[in-house]
């Protein structure tokens, strides 16, 4: 993820997979499987997301990538938070998880750098 937080009102599909590391398969696939990633689509049919719905694919990722959910399961979480009225703090939770998770992965290569060491590579984000 390149950005803590998202600031901007609307995003385009390929802002969305910079903000999130996802590819835009990956987020048309979770559009089929959950149905509130729903983005709007403009004049010339391009999907426009809004902030709100870009929190919410990071809880997707969260709970499907870090917490080894199925569809189905996050799905149910997602819905259990949302029954609860903690959907927006636990989207906001994810995306914080992401960012210090980029940190560190940040600053592991900064210390490799500065150690001499080969910097270890990234592991992409598994395809869904």
């Known amino acids: 993820m390149t950005s803590?937080?998202?600031?901007?009102?609307?995003?385009?599909?390929?802002?969305?997979c910079t903000l999130t590391d996802l590819k835009p398969h990956v987020l048309r696939y979770w559009e089929s499987q959950f149905r509130f990633l729903n983005p709007a689509k403009n004049r010339s049919g391009n999907r426009v997301y809004?902030?709100?719905e870009v929190e919410l694919i990071m809880l997707v990722k969260h709970l499907l990538y870090s917490e080894k959910y199925t569809i189905e399961g996050a799905r149910?979480?997602?819905?259990?938070?949302?029954?609860?009225g903690e959907l927006k703090t636990a989207a906001r939770r994810a995306l914080e998880a992401e960012t210090v998770q980029e940190i560190r992965l940040a600053?592991?290569?900064?210390?490799?750098?500065?150690?001499g060491r080969p910097v270890p590579p990234r592991e992409a984000p598994p395809e869904t």
């Open 4 to 16: 803590s937080r998202p600031v901007q009102e609307f995003y385009s599909i390929g802002e969305v």
């Open 50 to 52: 809004k902030a709100r």
């Open 76 to 84: 149910q979480r997602i819905d259990q938070y949302r029954k609860s």
């Open 107 to 115: 600053v592991d290569e900064v210390l490799a750098v500065l150690d």
